[in-house]
């Protein structure tokens, strides 16, 4: 019985990536059969509500973090009790705020025509705009109360389940969408099926926490002081959160002022980020009950360094190949994906992107600690100063770059394009709010009250750097000189040739003897080695 968390997590971490790689391998599937299908127009508008339903998720105040923090300290402490109050306090709390979202979302939904009456968008574009946001909403709000569930089965580390369900969403949801796009279905049934699919994957939670679990609830009474004691530390977790989502999604929001073509083309590079970072928050995110344990039972900082250190290493390998073959390839890819060599600007909003968000990529488990510790607040006080400035950086270099894209690209695909620089701008903007937040003030912030050994770290992630110089090199060199057209075949064939380079010179040059050991084992056992 003692095994079987350690299982979970192995079979939970393969899991992961193979979710997460099929998500990547349908979307290069999906997302141009829908941006086709729907037109730049209708994604452009369908990409505009989506971060404004994002802005309504915000609701969820941080408890998601706060339900992990206190689920952990009565499992450590065998309180069965107190672990059962705790699930009905939150069921409450969340089928609260559901009603909240719902209600929000409608008012929201019926103001559409006001709410953007100043954009680029038609008349006929906000009235498909107000139709999604009331099916959004509604998803949102019933997606509340199932996360108590959801979080439930994450808490007790059972990923097999968990990434069963997530792997069942990523590919079905598609391949039912895919031929309804094909035979004229739109947007609206492409949210009318999420929707159908939050339903679903709710009562498969449901049920398995209730039958499997045997998830315990007490209702009635509340513990006040615990009330008092979590909406306290989830103020500055819920601080933490806007801050994030006005860094990532407020860009399409300035680009209503440019028009949809520019929402979808900065959709296309904001996409791919999001694909980026979701290698590192994959790992992370599995290792988010382990650490809370370790800080409820007075583990020390050396130990909590220790861990910080292997897994921002491991990231860092993966982080730096996906940017590095992106370097390589990600040109003819991202054009074959967008569907138009307009999508050269998708690429390099990628690229702006990609790069800053390397450094917090490889330090995400830091972000638990924190919350562990119940030390976030300066994180989200930092935060919330990086997203003013953001603001302040993203509006003018969206003005700049749309004034540029209108001399350099309007002769070249009409004016229709004209503004189709404006997304590099915003892109610009954000990635400096990110270098100068989640870089430089974070790591003094964990090296000096957190107590990581951030010089520790970084000098571990110094001595790596050897091993990634010759596919740098090799990264550059296929994207100035290889003889590659805008296809998927050509990306594919040097994306081989910079991964034939990055693989011998890793493990030569920057992996140690216990970062070979986990690909060493498999491979025995494999063989029937081991």
């Not at 968000?357 to 300066?378: D, T, V, Y």
Request: glycine share 8%; net charge positive; with cysteine.
């Amino acid at each position: 019985m003692r095994k079987r968390p350690i299982n979970q997590l192995k079979f939970g971490a393969v899991l992961s990536y193979f979710s997460l790689a099929m998500g990547v391998v349908v979307s290069l599937v999906y997302t141009p059969i829908m941006l086709r299908q729907l037109g730049e127009s209708e994604f452009g508008v369908y990409n505009t509500v989506l971060p404004i339903v994002s802005y309504l998720n915000l609701l969820s105040f941080g408890l998601g973090s706060a339900y992990t923090r206190f689920y952990s300290r009565f499992k450590v402490a065998e309180d069965r009790e107190g672990m059962a109050r705790l699930n009905g306090l939150f069921l409450t709390i969340y089928a609260i705020l559901g009603a909240v979202v719902l209600t929000l979302g409608c008012i929201i939904a019926a103001g559409m025509p006001q709410l953007l009456q100043n954009s680029a968008l038609t008349a006929s574009e906000i009235s498909l705009a107000r139709t999604l946001m009331y099916i959004l909403s509604f998803n949102a709000a019933v997606a509340f109360p199932i996360s108590v569930f959801e979080s439930h089965v994450m808490v007790n580390e059972q990923y097999l389940f968990q990434k069963i369900v997530a792997i069942g969403k990523t590919v079905l949801n598609p391949l039912i969408m895919i031929p309804l796009l094909l035979i004229g279905f739109r947007s609206v049934m492409m949210v009318s099926l999420t929707l159908f699919f939050t339903l679903l994957s709710g009562v498969l939670n449901i049920a398995y926490c209730l039958k499997k679990l045997k998830m315990p609830f007490i209702f009635g009474k509340f513990d006040r002081s615990l009330l008092k004691e979590m909406f306290g530390y989830t103020f500055y977790i819920f601080i933490g959160i806007l801050v994030d989502q006005i860094n990532w999604s407020m860009d399409r929001l300035i680009l209503t002022s440019v028009g949809s073509v520019s929402i979808s083309i900065y959709t296309i590079g904001s996409q791919l980020e999001q694909y980026y970072t979701s290698m590192s928050t994959t790992f992370s995110g599995l290792l988010t009950p382990r650490v809370h344990r370790m800080v409820s039972a007075g583990r020390s900082n050396e130990e909590l360094s220790a861990l910080f250190i292997r897994v921002g290493r491991i990231q860092f390998l993966l982080m730096s190949m996906i940017l590095l073959g992106f370097v390589a390839v990600g040109l003819p890819f991202t054009v074959s994906w967008g569907g138009g060599e307009a999508y050269e600007m998708s690429y390099l909003i990628a690229l702006a992107l990609f790069i800053p968000a390397l450094f917090p990529a490889i330090q995400n488990l830091g972000i638990e600690i924190q919350r562990a510790k119940n030390m976030h607040r300066f994180r989200s006080f930092v935060y919330l100063g990086v997203a003013l400035g953001n603001l302040a950086l993203s509006i003018p270099l969206c003005r700049l770059f749309a004034h540029i894209g209108e001399q350099a690209m309007g002769a070249r695909y009409g004016s229709e394009y004209a503004g189709i620089f404006a997304g590099l701008g915003c892109a610009v903007g954000t990635a400096l709010a990110v270098l100068i937040g989640n870089v430089l003030l974070m790591n003094w912030y964990y090296h000096k009250h957190i107590g990581l050994d951030i010089p520790a770290f970084w000098r571990s992630i110094l001595r790596m750097v050897p091993g990634m110089l010759p596919p740098a090199a090799a990264a550059v060199a296929i994207f100035l000189w290889a003889p590659m057209q805008y296809s998927y075949f050509h990306a594919v064939v040097w994306g081989v040739v910079f991964i034939a380079v990055y693989l011998p010179s890793v493990w030569l040059f920057s992996m140690n003897d216990e970062e070979k050991d986990l690909v060493r084992r498999p491979l025995r056992k494999l063989l029937g080695k081991g």
